[in-house]
């Protein structure tokens, strides 16, 4: 219902990655409680619903050499498939701040750059030929090399996956290419208004400068030259910062020999740097992006949300789950479903695994009533503490996050995942049965303690990106208004265009 | 034992036809079909990995059949199959159908007075908003909000959603393996008993929908346009999504008649795949499932396409970045040809080895992105195989048009190479072969091959159809297919701020 798919293939092709996950996180988001008597007994209550089979979901093997690389084998016999993926501690988070876009650049050209041996061409023409994939990528706190092949392909595909750990080229070629084409997203970034507002609300809860906010430009983009990607492969790709994981239609035993093999006599490097990264918000208040072609208002309300290895953690879930988790959440009922105001409206406080998350409540409104719903959300808060949460709406929380919580692991390559995620950010390895416990410990007080502690209205920075000449009332009716400049800084050496916010692309003219 | 088996497999070659259909005849061993007496489809696969099942409910009507007048419709009902039945989401239904039968007829009668050509009463007309809007609130008293959805979702469902495009109407979500009951229950009631309360407060948020997807968004924008363009005949030309004053007119009483009109047993397909046996599950179907009266199949037939016999140009000039996309006019899926088609699209789109990747954005250096696919707006009548590109900066939608041409002319005057041709048919079984780790994914496809073609075994053959594509098939049909006057072309176009006059 959230969504008629007409076009959805072409429109989901040219979205960059960073476009998606924000949509995914606005749909995530979607949800609320409901106060309605859940006492009645009706027709669909009186349907038996039988105990669940016991369900022990296959381990991975967990293997660690002697020069500190984590591997995890995860046997899958039901395809005659073999997945698997390499992270390596080390992101964006650590690149230099006048060469914002090195580890993206690094992350795409470290494939298509190819090897010593054979070119990223060469490589394209060999795997696609065996329908197998072989990709590398970056993100804020590392970098990745994964793979998919027939199980037959596997040991042609891993040689390919060995050769680039250790002899990768990052051809100047295609350095250039991943340039360009990063330079169109530049270009293209502020087309998308659900794009501007993700990444203006970065900047409000964690500071424009900071990794978790900052953007690429042209200026620092084209500052990345081959030897910044040769460096960072030097100074980071060691087995000690390496969690590797395998799935699929092997035998575990053979495949720890294999990757013993390959691996064991790699020596330990350096270990990557853990940075911690503090938040530093911009001041409460409102901020506007001015974009004269739209006829929707895109809202976010924005502070900086906890880590996850926070006590509250749990009984934040519970409260997500209530505020703004599903149709019957709080803000669904309200602002969607009462009000008509918003297709999309959700939100919670955010969670990071090592890092403060972003508290955030969103929601797409027309122009013209882009006031009315920034107060319907502030009353849904004020109702926080005006109509605590009660018995009930912690039961249908708990019960639903308790009920699906089989799909966490319901395939042997989302526990393997889990496995990994935890294995990276030091978390304990039953961190998911962990979760169980702290939901189920959690209590009514619990949850309207964390709402007390974490949800204040008159903390957050309300970003709207959106068409001002046609909002009900002025946003500076609500308070002071920052107005965001979005305008793109040119390439070196070209003139500044006109304020709208669009920018201009390096040669467009 | 064990190791040497895996040697012994090793050296064979990774997709041996033997090997291959095994997998597939171990997936077609566990699957069943049954029609129902009231000519629902019911298909099960047991895939007993997990304790959990998806479904997936195909109904075989989608905007395509939304009355003149009333695009949007097919849409909106999908929206009203979440606000409950007689039983769920009401206080009173017996005092509910009361108050729900005066706000549509006070709907009525605002409308009318709104929609008067001439001698419009503005006084009366705020009297009839009045009467509609006390109505709503009247009716709203018995309602209890979103219990469909709390209830899935408090039982452990996870991934419920639905959509609507041109062709047809899909409901989904996961639940543990112990609610396969309750699922029947709810998912039969549903359709058994849907009660279209809340309406035109949904239609408001269909209406947000629109301004996210279409109006605010650069490529929505030229999407609609462009279709509008390349159809000028068949339904297809009309966004799901509808036309704002269509959905600013219709009423519940609209999307009721459209439910009893296509929603009938022999237009549905219901899917179920995970930890479940069919011999214990197809009973429960059954049970409740069958209760849906059976009614004649509706008549699907519309308007055919006229041949296009000139090329067609859209262009939308705003502040968005440049864009290009144009489209030919195919035949529909059950096309002998429609393999080749796949073949094509493959052959063009797939990957770093794609012919358009390989021009455009390798060698040309002028795209960002490109690719080629059929599909547009939907696949169930004749409609567009398509091409878009993304522009890098510096460069425009033109010279991509050119890139594109030059590209299809290759595949229309030359052979492609038997490298090429092999691996678009080692991409297909492998596709194949990873779609099926997966129960929603397959409820999906089994729910659509067997509304499509009848048989969901369709699915498995699906690779037996691209196995028997050749190089002359993919030039003859690029011939019959890529010409000027079968096209439409579809362009965003950058202007400066300043000599904007508003986009929309």
Same mark, same amino acid.
């Given at each position: 219902? $959230?969504?008629?798919?007409?076009?959805?293939?072409?429109?989901?092709?040219?979205?960059?990655?960073?476009?998606?996950?924000?949509?995914?996180?606005?749909?995530?988001?979607?949800? %609320?409680?409901?106060?309605?008597?859940?006492?009645?007994?009706?027709?669909?209550?009186?349907?038996?619903?039988?105990?669940?089979?016991?369900?022990?979901?296959?381990?991975?093997?967990?293997?660690?050499?002697?020069?500190?690389?984590?591997?995890?084998?995860?046997?899958?016999?039901?395809?005659?498939?073999?997945?698997?993926?390499? $992270?390596?501690?080390?992101?964006?988070?650590?690149?230099?701040?006048?060469? *914002?876009?090195?580890?993206?650049?690094?992350?795409?050209?470290?494939?298509?750059?190819?090897?010593?041996?054979?070119?990223?061409?060469?490589?394209?023409?060999?795997?696609?030929?065996?329908?197998?994939?072989?990709?590398?990528?970056?993100?804020?706190?590392?970098?990745?090399?994964?793979?998919?092949?027939?199980?037959?392909?596997?040991?042609? *595909?891993?040689?390919?996956?060995?050769?680039?750990?250790?002899?990768?080229?990052?051809?100047?070629?295609?350095?250039?290419?991943?340039?360009?084409?990063?330079?169109?997203?530049?270009?293209?970034?502020?087309?998308?208004?659900?794009?501007?507002?993700?990444?203006?609300?970065?900047?409000?809860?964690?500071?424009?400068?900071?990794?978790?906010?900052?953007?690429?430009?042209?200026?620092?983009?084209?500052?990345?030259?081959?030897?910044?990607?040769? /460096?960072?492969?030097?100074?980071?790709?060691?087995?000690?910062?390496?969690?590797?994981?395998?799935?699929?239609?092997?035998?575990?035993?053979?495949?720890?020999?294999?990757?013993?093999? /390959?691996?064991?006599?790699?020596?330990?490097?350096?270990?990557?740097?853990?940075?911690?990264?503090?938040?530093?918000?911009?001041?409460?208040?409102?901020?506007?992006?001015?974009?004269?072609?739209?006829?929707?208002?895109?809202? $976010?309300?924005? /502070?900086?949300?906890?880590?996850?290895?926070?006590?509250?953690?749990?009984?934040?879930?519970?409260?997500?789950?209530?505020?703004?988790?599903?149709?019957?959440?709080?803000?669904?009922?309200?602002?969607?479903?009462?009000?008509?105001?918003?297709?999309?409206?959700?939100?919670?406080?955010?969670?990071?695994?090592?890092?403060?998350?972003?508290?955030?409540?969103?929601?797409?409104?027309?122009?013209?009533?882009?006031?009315?719903?920034?107060?319907?959300?502030?009353?849904?808060?004020?109702?926080?503490?005006?109509?605590?949460?009660?018995?009930?709406?912690?039961?249908?929380?708990?019960?639903?996050?308790?009920?699906?919580?089989?799909?966490?692991?319901?395939?042997?390559?989302? *526990?393997?995942?889990?496995?990994?995620?935890?294995?990276?950010? %030091?978390?304990?390895?039953?961190?998911?049965?962990?979760?169980?416990?702290?939901?189920?410990?959690?209590?009514?007080?619990?949850?309207?303690?964390?709402?007390?502690?974490?949800?204040?209205?008159?903390?957050?920075?309300?970003?709207?990106?959106?068409?001002?000449?046609?909002?009900?009332?002025?946003?500076?009716?609500?308070?002071?208004?920052?107005?965001?400049?979005?305008?793109?800084?040119?390439?070196?050496?070209?003139?500044?265009?006109?304020?709208?916010?669009?920018?201009?692309?390096?040669?467009?003219? | 034992?064990?190791?040497?088996?895996?040697?012994?497999?090793?050296?064979?070659?990774?997709?041996?036809?033997?090997?291959?259909?095994?997998?597939?005849?171990?997936?077609?061993?566990?699957?069943?079909?049954?029609?129902?007496?009231?000519?629902?489809?019911?298909?099960?696969?047991?895939?007993?990995?997990?304790?959990?099942?998806?479904?997936?409910?195909?109904?075989?009507?989608?905007?395509?059949?939304?009355?003149?007048?009333?695009?949007?419709?097919?849409?909106?009902?999908?929206?009203?199959?979440?606000?409950?039945?007689?039983?769920?989401?009401?206080?009173?239904?017996?005092?509910?159908?009361?108050?729900?039968?005066?706000?549509?007829?006070?709907?009525?009668?605002?409308?009318?007075?709104?929609?008067?050509?001439?001698?419009?009463?503005?006084?009366?007309?705020?009297?009839?908003?009045?009467?509609?809007?006390?109505?709503?609130?009247?009716?709203?008293?018995?309602?209890?909000?979103?219990?469909?959805?709390?209830?899935?979702?408090?039982?452990?469902?996870?991934?419920?959603?639905?959509? !609507?495009?041109?062709?047809?109407?899909?409901?989904?979500?996961?639940?543990?393996? &112990?609610?396969?009951? @309750?699922?029947?229950?709810?998912?039969?009631?549903?359709?058994?008993?849907?009660?279209?309360?809340?309406?035109?407060?949904?239609?408001?948020?269909?209406?947000?929908?629109?301004?996210?997807?279409?109006?605010?968004?650069?490529?929505?924008?030229?999407?609609?346009?462009?279709?509008?363009?390349?159809?000028?005949?068949?339904?297809?030309?009309?966004?799901?999504?509808?036309?704002?004053?269509?959905? &600013?007119?219709?009423?519940?009483?609209?999307?009721?008649?459209?439910?009893?009109?296509?929603?009938?047993?022999?237009?549905?397909?219901?899917?179920?795949?995970?930890?479940?046996?069919?011999?214990?599950?197809?009973?429960?179907?059954?049970?409740?499932?069958?209760?849906?009266?059976?009614?004649?199949?509706?008549?699907?037939? !519309?308007?055919?396409?006229?041949?296009?016999?000139? +090329?067609?140009?859209?262009?939308?000039?705003?502040?968005?970045?440049?864009?290009?996309?144009?489209?030919?006019?195919?035949?529909?899926?059950?096309?002998?040809?429609?393999?080749?088609?796949?073949?094509?699209?493959?052959?063009?789109? &797939?990957?770093?080895?794609?012919?358009?990747?390989?021009?455009?954005?390798?060698?040309?250096?002028?795209?960002?992105?490109?690719?080629?696919?059929?599909? @547009?707006?939907?696949?169930?009548?004749?409609?567009?195989?398509?091409?878009?590109?993304?522009?890098?900066?510096?460069?425009?939608?033109?010279?991509?048009?050119?890139?594109?041409?030059? +590209?299809?002319?290759?595949?229309?005057?030359?052979?492609?190479?038997?490298?090429?041709?092999?691996?678009?048919?080692?991409?297909?079984?492998?596709?194949?072969?990873?779609?099926?780790?997966?129960?929603?994914?397959?409820?999906?496809?089994?729910?659509?091959?067997?509304?499509?073609?009848?048989?969901?075994?369709?699915?498995?053959?699906?690779?037996?159809?691209?196995?028997?594509?050749?190089?002359?098939?993919?030039?003859?049909?690029?011939?019959?297919?890529?010409?000027?006057?079968?096209?439409?072309?579809?362009?965003?176009?950058?202007?400066?701020?300043?000599?904007?006059?508003?986009?929309?």
């Amino acid at each position: 219902m $959230r969504s008629h798919n007409v076009n959805l293939r072409s429109r989901a092709s040219y979205l960059g990655l960073k476009q998606m996950a924000a949509v995914a996180l606005l749909l995530i988001g979607l949800a %609320g409680a409901s106060s309605a008597a859940y006492a009645q007994a009706t027709e669909w209550q009186k349907i038996p619903i039988p105990a669940l089979p016991p369900f022990h979901p296959a381990e991975p093997k967990r293997v660690e050499l002697p020069n500190g690389m984590v591997i995890f084998l995860q046997e899958d016999h039901e395809l005659p498939l073999i997945d698997g993926s390499i $992270r390596i501690r080390g992101g964006t988070k650590s690149e230099p701040a006048a060469k *914002v876009g090195l580890v993206d650049l690094y992350g795409e050209v470290w494939r298509t750059g190819g090897t010593k041996s054979r070119t990223g061409d060469e490589l394209d023409d060999f795997l696609e030929a065996r329908a197998a994939k072989v990709e590398t990528g970056g993100s804020v706190d590392s970098t990745s090399l994964g793979w998919s092949c027939l199980k037959g392909d596997f040991d042609d *595909v891993f040689r390919i996956v060995q050769d680039l750990l250790q002899n990768p080229e990052f051809r100047s070629d295609k350095l250039e290419l991943a340039q360009q084409q990063f330079a169109e997203s530049i270009a293209r970034r502020n087309d998308n208004p659900a794009g501007i507002a993700g990444r203006e609300a970065a900047k409000l809860v964690y500071g424009a400068d900071s990794p978790y906010a900052r953007q690429a430009e042209y200026s620092t983009l084209l500052a990345v030259k081959r030897d910044d990607l040769l /460096a960072w492969h030097k100074a980071y790709l060691y087995p000690n910062n390496m969690i590797v994981g395998l799935a699929g239609d092997f035998d575990a035993a053979a495949m720890e020999s294999k990757l013993k093999a /390959a691996f064991a006599s790699w020596s330990k490097g350096p270990a990557a740097p853990k940075e911690k990264v503090e938040a530093h918000p911009a001041k409460p208040g409102y901020y506007l992006v001015s974009k004269d072609d739209v006829n929707q208002s895109n809202v $976010r309300m924005v /502070a900086p949300g906890i880590e996850r290895k926070n006590p509250d953690y749990f009984a934040i879930e519970v409260f997500n789950e209530v505020m703004g988790g599903g149709f019957s959440s709080r803000l669904f009922l309200d602002i969607r479903t009462s009000r008509g105001l918003a297709y999309a409206v959700g939100g919670g406080i955010g969670s990071a695994f090592d890092h403060p998350g972003v508290t955030r409540f969103v929601l797409g409104t027309k122009s013209e009533s882009t006031v009315e719903a920034i107060q319907a959300v502030f009353s849904d808060l004020d109702d926080v503490q005006k109509k605590p949460i009660t018995e009930s709406e912690i039961k249908r929380a708990k019960d639903s996050i308790l009920n699906s919580f089989i799909f966490n692991f319901d395939t042997p390559d989302k *526990v393997l995942r889990e496995r990994m995620a935890y294995e990276f950010y %030091g978390y304990p390895l039953n961190f998911l049965e962990q979760y169980r416990a702290g939901i189920e410990k959690t209590t009514v007080a619990d949850v309207n303690r964390v709402a007390a502690k974490y949800v204040h209205k008159d903390q957050l920075a309300v970003l709207v990106v959106g068409n001002p000449k046609d909002f009900d009332k002025p946003l500076s009716t609500l308070g002071a208004v920052t107005n965001v400049d979005i305008t793109i800084p040119p390439p070196p050496g070209e003139p500044q265009v006109g304020g709208t916010g669009q920018g201009s692309a390096p040669g467009s003219r | 034992m064990k190791q040497v088996v895996i040697r012994a497999l090793i050296l064979l070659s990774a997709l041996t036809a033997a090997a291959f259909a095994q997998d597939l005849a171990s997936f077609e061993k566990r699957t069943t079909e049954k029609v129902l007496p009231n000519g629902l489809t019911v298909v099960i696969l047991e895939r007993p990995e997990a304790p959990v099942f998806s479904f997936f409910t195909h109904v075989d009507t989608g905007s395509v059949q939304d009355p003149m007048g009333k695009t949007g419709l097919a849409h909106m009902f999908e929206h009203m199959a979440f606000k409950g039945t007689d039983k769920i989401g009401t206080t009173d239904y017996p005092a509910e159908k009361a108050a729900l039968a005066k706000v549509e007829v006070t709907y009525a009668a605002y409308i009318a007075e709104r929609d008067k050509r001439i001698d419009r009463d503005e006084a009366k007309l705020k009297e009839l908003e009045k009467a509609w809007k006390d109505a709503v609130a009247g009716a709203q008293k018995y309602v209890k909000p979103n219990e469909f959805g709390e209830i899935v979702e408090r039982e452990g469902g996870e991934g419920m959603n639905a959509n !609507t495009n041109d062709d047809e109407t899909n409901y989904f979500y996961s639940f543990p393996s &112990n609610r396969l009951e @309750l699922w029947a229950y709810l998912e039969s009631e549903r359709f058994l008993h849907p009660v279209t309360r809340e309406f035109y407060k949904e239609r408001d948020v269909v209406i947000e929908e629109r301004r996210m997807r279409t109006d605010s968004n650069p490529v929505g924008r030229l999407l609609e346009q462009f279709i509008t363009t390349a159809f000028q005949a068949h339904p297809y030309q009309r966004p799901t999504v509808g036309w704002m004053s269509d959905l &600013n007119s219709f009423s519940a009483t609209d999307a009721q008649a459209f439910f009893d009109h296509y929603y009938i047993p022999s237009n549905m397909v219901v899917a179920v795949v995970g930890d479940v046996k069919a011999s214990e599950t197809m009973p429960i179907i059954e049970k409740y499932f069958g209760r849906l009266p059976s009614r004649p199949t509706p008549d699907e037939r !519309t308007t055919t396409e006229p041949p296009q016999n000139s +090329e067609r140009r859209v262009i939308l000039r705003g502040v968005a970045q440049p864009f290009y996309l144009e489209g030919y006019h195919r035949p529909d899926y059950r096309s002998p040809d429609d393999a080749v088609y796949d073949a094509i699209s493959d052959l063009m789109s &797939n990957g770093r080895t794609s012919r358009l990747y390989r021009a455009l954005v390798r060698d040309k250096k002028i795209a960002a992105f490109a690719a080629g696919f059929s599909g @547009l707006p939907g696949n169930k009548y004749p409609h567009l195989f398509s091409f878009y590109a993304v522009p890098v900066p510096g460069h425009t939608p033109q010279e991509l048009g050119d890139a594109i041409h030059a +590209e299809v002319d290759r595949i229309k005057k030359e052979d492609i190479t038997d490298e090429e041709l092999k691996m678009i048919k080692t991409r297909a079984k492998a596709d194949l072969i990873r779609g099926l780790g997966d129960n929603a994914g397959l409820a999906q496809q089994l729910a659509i091959y067997q509304s499509r073609y009848g048989d969901w075994r369709e699915l498995f053959r699906s690779v037996d159809r691209i196995d028997k594509v050749t190089k002359a098939d993919i030039r003859r049909v690029s011939n019959a297919t890529f010409s000027e006057n079968n096209r439409t072309i579809g362009i965003n176009e950058t202007v400066k701020a300043a000599s904007q006059g508003g986009a929309q």
